[in-house]
DNA sequence: TAGATAGTTGAGCAAACATTCAACTGATGG
DNA sequence: CCATCAGTTGAATGTTTGCTCAACTATCTA
């Protein structure tokens, strides 16, 4: 995502508004996290993990079994939560219990869900 | 996103987490649709043009500028909130005006807002 | 100690995706 | 009618990304 500093290609329209607009925007960095954060909820595999983790904390192999798939792919995308802290381990023998590591998280599903279900 | 009825390659080691977790679980459809939702707010163009929109309304070309942005860019990303109806367009002389079209964009946003000031 | 099981990790690959470029439509004004 | 400006669209391109495969670590047990 290395973005250049190119010029756009067409005239403002209203100065004002972009002003305005050009004012109250946070920080590319700002919006660079938040749309990190959305895109770790924008994959279903992602999403079937975190749904089960809400209900209980799970092994890798129970979760494997849960979505029918491999403990290699599940294993792959915990570690990509794990690394943003949505979720956290816990090592118990051979096995290792995942649970969610974030309130707001489960927020976000909530209006997610809420979302989908007036779409649709 | 085609998934195979392929099984996972492991044994479900707490039957009775995995029947409870898996009689829980929404359809693959629902969560396909929460994901193809999240994923749309996961990229910092989009969240940047729904950040302002939320502030005003706003033609392509004062996008283009707020965004340092050519008009192409904004367009297509535009037209993709817009077939999944995140954004809404009004036409008038030469220009189209876009608002947003979803209250739950804004409550996610304000979620999301939360949980990166929290984290970093 | 050897074998089996739980889980991680890196490379490789195919699909998805964001931006660019160029060609296009459509409305405005001279 | 012609030139200009706002905006859209499709193809091309380079990057990102999710899954697979195979190799690896670690723990338990016979």
Redesign the pocket.
């Known amino acids: 995502?290395?973005?250049?500093e190119?010029l756009c290609d067409?005239?403002v329209?209203h100065p004002k508004v972009v002003e305005q607009v050009l004012k109250n925007m946070p920080s590319s960095t700002t919006f660079e996290h938040l749309a990190k954060f959305y895109?770790l909820l924008?994959?279903?595999?992602?999403v079937r993990i975190l749904f089960a983790l809400d209900q209980e904390e799970m092994?890798?192999?129970?979760?494997?079994n849960v979505l029918h798939?491999?403990?290699?792919?599940?294993?792959?995308?915990?570690?990509?939560l794990?690394e943003n802290r949505i979720v956290k381990?816990r090592?118990?023998?051979?096995?290792?219990?995942?649970t969610l590591d974030d309130d707001h998280v489960v927020k976000t599903f909530e209006v997610g869900l809420l979302h989908i279900s007036h779409k649709d």
Chains 1, 2 share one sequence.
Do not use: F, P, W
Not at 1 to 4: P, Q, S, V
Not at 59 to 64: N, S
Not at 91 to 98: D, Q
């Open positions: 995502m290395g973005k250049n190119y067409c005239n329209i895109k924008g994959d279903s595999t992602r092994c890798v192999c129970d979760l494997a798939m491999t403990k290699s792919s599940v294993s792959h995308q915990l570690a990509l794990r381990m090592k118990s023998g051979k096995e290792v219990y995942y």
